[in-house]
């Protein structure tokens, strides 16, 4: 393998980083340092604020440099990600699949409102900014309210793949839930059968009556008197499940007023998915992703 060179940029992501070597202004920095591109696109990345020194964005074309400083040039297709998407960031993205994480209250795919931005909508338009041809297939949804990780493939063929060996090809799949009162066990397992009503709303028999087979493992992180914080992992993944199992156990997912919460002291539903372990469907490595879950999970326990 070459070795890089002491006059190359190093790459951290979708960040190309390059230190000052003698004192000169920003623009003539980047005009020199990135002499294959025109002078009006190095202008316009420097006024899209795809620059920072040290740390800290910088759109001024004098700004005056010193060696040792630290000049940071965001990618166009790194910078398209974070002017186009409202409410998802992009975790991993490669030929055959795209993993975000969506904040509470982004739907993932269907809305009422035709102009509303799904999770859905922004991939597919983030797609074509590349290629007109490009599109984007729906592999599983989170509900609006629940925040984290959704997988998403980027082709007919592998969305097929994905969906028909799911059991097999989902290795982990970790949520972080905020529930009322205090759990007294510290790990646990629930199987149900979960059957929807004709008014959307999902019910849960420890017999079985024809409905679909649901199992959740939960583990208590911390809690209080008011409060639990728990890791759940689905060994089945059903529509609401996670909720109507918390109902069941008698401790609902905060904020979760369709399935028995009273509370709402996050202002939003206490379910985030944190952890997505898979097998790529294409190349067979193991791969995993993280989303934390929002700070103020944690806050209702101090």
């Known amino acids: ?49 795809q620059v920072t020194v040290n740390g800290k964005m910088v759109t001024q074309h004098n700004y005056p440099l010193q060696p040792g400083h630290t000049v940071a040039i965001l990618t166009n297709q790194a910078a398209l990600k974070e002017s186009v998407l409202d409410g998802i960031e992009i975790l991993h993205e490669d030929d055959d ?12 795919v269907a809305a009422k409102d035709q102009h509303e931005m799904t999770a859905y909508k922004q991939l597919k338009e983030y797609v074509k900014e590349s290629n007109p041809y490009n599109k984007v297939f729906v592999v599983h949804r989170l509900d609006k309210d629940t925040s984290g990780i959704m997988l998403f493939a980027k082709s007919e063929d592998i969305k097929k793949k ?12 970790l949520y972080t839930t905020l529930v009322e009162g205090n759990v007294k066990k510290d790990q646990g397992k629930i199987s149900s059968w979960l059957t929807e009503s004709k008014t959307f709303k999902v019910y849960s028999s420890q017999v079985d009556n024809g409905g679909q087979h649901a199992i959740t493992h939960y583990k208590k992180i911390r809690s209080n008197k008011n409060f639990t ?74």
Do not use: C
């Not at 699949?97 to 993932?108: A, C, E, F, H, P």
């Not at 728990?230 to 399935?259: A, C, F, S």
């Open 1 to 49: 393998m070459r070795k890089n060179q002491k006059n190359e940029p190093k790459r951290k992501a979708d960040t190309f980083l390059h230190t000052v070597k003698e004192p000169m202004e920003l623009l003539p920095f980047l005009l020199q340092t990135m002499a294959k591109s025109s002078r009006n696109s190095v202008k316009s990345i420097l006024t899209r604020g």
């Open 229 to 302: 914080l728990l890791e759940v992992e689905l060994e089945t993944g059903r529509k609401n499940q996670i909720r109507v199992h918390m109902e069941e156990l008698g401790h609902p997912v905060v904020g979760d007023k369709k399935y028995g919460s009273t509370v709402s002291p996050i202002k939003r539903l206490g379910l985030h998915a944190t952890a997505l372990a898979l097998v790529h469907p294409r190349t067979g490595e193991l791969m995993r992703f993280h989303s934390a879950a929002p700070q103020n999970f944690s806050t209702k326990l101090k």
């Open 162 to 173: 994905l969906q028909e060996n799911w059991q097999e090809v989902v290795k982990e799949r």
């Open 97 to 108: 699949i795209i993993v975000i994480t969506k904040d509470s209250g982004i739907l993932s």
